[in-house]
C-alpha cells in the first residue's frame, strides 16, 4: 500500500498526470470462513472488522486511496459473476473432477512438480509443501468448474517476450519466462464445493459450487475501472493500469493466471506487474503464527507516521528482502531532525528574514555577488563559490534525478539523490555562517550593506534546498513537507514538479504567524 501511495503522489507532483490509486481488501475464501468460524462470528461481521483494521491504518500512514475497495460490494459481485458468464459463454470455463495437493493458506491447488515434501524440523514428521510458497499442501479430489487454461500458455510466453518489462524487476520477468518454458500450463480449477466453501460469490447458476477466490478476487481491478461497463460512461480511462503492485508469493495469480483471464475476454492487459520484496523481521518473514509481526500503529505512535513512511520506502528494495530495524528507524528519525529539519527551522527563524532574502533574489540584489563572496571571503572565496555552484545544481536538477528513479520503483535510490542535496545546504550554511555576517556590523557602519548582502544571499540558496528539497518529500512525508512549505507561505499551487528547480517560486518567505514557533520535527525522547 505505502510502495503505490509514494508512487501515485510522486505522479500527482505533476498537475497534468491524471492518477488513479486503488488498492482494498479481499474478503472471500476458506481462510476467512475459517478465521470466523474460530472467532464464532458471522464471516461478514468478520470481514467488516478486518476491513475497518486495514482502512484505518491506510488513514494512520496517510494513504490517499481513491477506492478502497472491497471484495463484498455489490458492484465487484456483479462484475465477477458477469466475468465468468463472459468465459463460459467462449467455452472457455467446464465441469469435471479435480485431484492436486491444495494448500489451505494459499487457497490453491499446485501441480506436483509445484510441491516438495520436507521433515518439520518441531515433529520430525514429513510433510509436503509448495514450493513457491513454503505453506503445507493436502491431496485433495473434488467436482469443480474449470478454465481453459491450457489454450493461452503460448500466447502468455509470447506476450512476455514482446513485453520484457511487464513483469518488473528483471529477474522476476525472467523468471517467471523460464518457468514457463518449463512447463505445460494445465486447466485451472476456479470453483470449490459450497458444501466445502460457504463464504464466497456463487457460481451463477449453480449453486452448489462457489467461485474460487482468485478468479473473484482479481476481477476488482476490472471492477474499479468500471466493468462490465467499457464505454465513455464508465471508469474504463483508468485502464489498462500502469502498474499493478504485489507481493512476491503471489506473483503467479497475477503474472500467469490474470493475464490469461484477460486475454480470454478480450481486455487489454495492463502495462506492468510490479513484484515486490518482503519484509524480514528476525530473519524471516512475518508472520503472526512466528510472532514476529511489527505492529505499525505502534510505529507510527512512536516514532510518528512520516518519519516511519520514509524509513519504509528508505529501504524498501523491491528486488531484495528487507531487514526490519527498529534501531534504523530511530537513526532515520535522528538524521531528519538532524539534517533537514535543522535547515529548515533555522532558515525560516527568528534570526533571519526570509521573506527579505527571497526578495533580493526577485529584485537582483545578488547580481554582484561573487564580488561580494570575493570581498568577504578572501581565500576562501573561490572554495565558497564552488560550493554554492555544487548546491544550485544540486537543487536544480534534484527533481529530474529522483523521477528518473522512481518510475522503475528506485526510491532508494532517490532519497539517497534528495540526501545529497540536504547534505549540501547544511555544508553551504555552515560554511557561510550568515548568522555571523548578519551582525557583523550596525547600519551606516562600512560593509554593513554587504554583510547583509552576502547573509541574505546565503539563507536564499539555503531556503531554495529546504524549498525544493521538501517538494520532492512530499510524497514521502506528506504532512511534515506540507507543514514546512506552510510556514513558509509556499502556495498549493506552486507545490509541483514544475517548481521544483532553483529559483522557480520567487514568491515565498512571509513566515505564517500562526506558525512562528512551529518545529518541522523534534527529537526523540530516546534520542
Wanted: proline share 3%; glycine share 4%; aromatic share 12%.
Amino acid at each position: 500500500m505505502l510502495l503505490a501511495d509514494t508512487r501515485v503522489r510522486w505522479e500527482r507532483l505533476d498537475p497534468a498526470n491524471e492518477t488513479y490509486f486503488l488498492t482494498g481488501t479481499d474478503e472471500h475464501g476458506l481462510k476467512i470462513q475459517a478465521a470466523a468460524e474460530k472467532e464464532n462470528v458471522d464471516p461478514k461481521i468478520f470481514v467488516d472488522r478486518v476491513f475497518q483494521n486495514f482502512k484505518t491504518l491506510a488513514l494512520t500512514f496517510d494513504v490517499d486511496a481513491n477506492r478502497f475497495i472491497r471484495t463484498t460490494d455489490l458492484d465487484h459481485i456483479i462484475a465477477v459473476q458477469h466475468f465468468w458468464n463472459d468465459m463460459l459463454s467462449k467455452g472457455l470455463i467446464y465441469k469435471g473432477s479435480h485431484s492436486g495437493w491444495y494448500s489451505v493458506s494459499d487457497e490453491a491447488f499446485y501441480p506436483e512438480t509445484h510441491t516438495t515434501e520436507i521433515s518439520d524440523a518441531k515433529t520430525g514428521l514429513t510433510k509436503r509443501i509448495s514450493i513457491e510458497t513454503r505453506n503445507e499442501v493436502v491431496f485433495h479430489k473434488e467436482e469443480n468448474y474449470f478454465f481453459r487454461l491450457s489454450q493461452f500458455g503460448d500466447k502468455l510466453r509470447e506476450h512476455l517476450d514482446l513485453n520484457p518489462t511487464f513483469v518488473f524487476p528483471e529477474l522476476k520477468h525472467r523468471e517467471l519466462v523460464n518457468s514457463l518454458k518449463a512447463e505445460d500450463l494445465e486447466d485451472l480449477s476456479v470453483s470449490r464445493p459450497s458444501s466445502r466453501l460457504k463464504w464466497g460469490i456463487s457460481v451463477p447458476g449453480d449453486d452448489s459450487q462457489k467461485i474460487y477466490v482468485w478468479f473473484d478476487a482479481l476481477v476488482n481491478y476490472l471492477t474499479a475501472a468500471g466493468y462490465p461497463k467499457l464505454d465513455a460512461s464508465s471508469n474504463m480511462s483508468i485502464w489498462p493500469a500502469n502498474t499493478h503492485i504485489v507481493g512476491k508469493d503471489i506473483t503467479r495469480f497475477h503474472c500467469v493466471y490474470w493475464p490469461i483471464f484477460l486475454m480470454a475476454a478480450g481486455v487489454r492487459l495492463p502495462k506492468q506487474v510490479l513484484v515486490h520484496s518482503h519484509w524480514l523481521s528476525e530473519g524471516v518473514k512475518m508472520s503472526k503464527s512466528l510472532g514476529n509481526v511489527v505492529d505499525p500503529f505502534e510505529l507510527s505512535e512512536r516514532y510518528s507516521t512520516d518519519p516511519t513512511r520514509f524509513y519504509l520506502m528508505e529501504n524498501a528494495s523491491v528486488s531484495n528482502d528487507c531487514k526490519f530495524s527498529e534501531r534504523e528507524i530511530q537513526n532515520t528519525h535522528s538524521l531528519l531532525v538532524n539534517k533537514w529539519a535543522n535547515i529548515c527551522s533555522r532558515i525560516g527563524g527568528a534570526k533571519f528574514n526570509l521573506l527579505e532574502a527571497v526578495a533580493g533574489q526577485r529584485n537582483g540584489r545578488y547580481n554582484n555577488i561573487n564580488n561580494v563572496v570575493s570581498l568577504l571571503k578572501n581565500e576562501d572565496a573561490q572554495y565558497t563559490l564552488e560550493l554554492r555552484d555544487k548546491l544550485v545544481q544540486s537543487i536544480d536538477s534534484l527533481y529530474k534525478d529522483m523521477d528518473k528513479e522512481m518510475h522503475t520503483y528506485g526510491q532508494i535510490r532517490a532519497l539517497h539523490r534528495w540526501w545529497e542535496t540536504v547534505e549540501l545546504g547544511n555544508e553551504f550554511f555552515q560554511h557561510c555562517e550568515p548568522w555571523r555576517y548578519q551582525s557583523a556590523s550596525k547600519p551606516g557602519e562600512k560593509n554593513y550593506e554587504i554583510h547583509q548582502t552576502f547573509a541574505n544571499y546565503a539563507v536564499y540558496l539555503c531556503a531554495e534546498a529546504g524549498r525544493v528539497t521538501s517538494i520532492c518529500a512530499l510524497p514521502f512525508m506528506p504532512n511534515l513537507a506540507s507543514k514546512f512549505l506552510g510556514h513558509w507561505n509556499v502556495s498549493q499551487e506552486r507545490r509541483t514538479n514544475k517548481n521544483a528547480q532553483f529559483g522557480l517560486d520567487l514568491d515565498y518567505g512571509a513566515i505564517d504567524e500562526s506558525t512562528k514557533n512551529f518545529k518541522v520535527m523534534t527529537k526523540l525522547k530516546t534520542q
